[in-house]
């Protein structure tokens, strides 16, 4: 059985101007790496130095800018 799991708590804000590592971006918003994975199927843009993974804040707020919000129909 599965127990009910808290809901995560952001820990942070986001900035335009900031460049992030996946990681640091991921323990601000406090989604664990299955949460991490589906904002990068979803098409959070990430660029990659090496082997290390960045986003920018300004992709990061146009992503969730573009998301519908509750109860808005989603265009075709």
């Known amino acids: 059985m599965r127990r009910n799991q808290p809901t995560p708590q952001p820990r ?3 900035h335009a101007d900031e460049l992030l590592p996946l990681e640091v971006l991921r323990q601000r918003f406090g989604i664990g790496n299955k949460g991490m994975a589906q904002l990068r199927r979803a098409g ?4 990659r130095f090496g082997r290390q993974g960045y986003v920018l804040g300004r992709d990061v707020l146009d992503f969730f800018g573009r998301l519908p919000a509750d ?3 989603v265009e075709p």
Do not use: H
């Open 12 to 14: 942070g804000s986001i």
């Open 44 to 47: 959070l843009p990430v660029r």
């Open 71 to 73: 109860g808005e129909e």
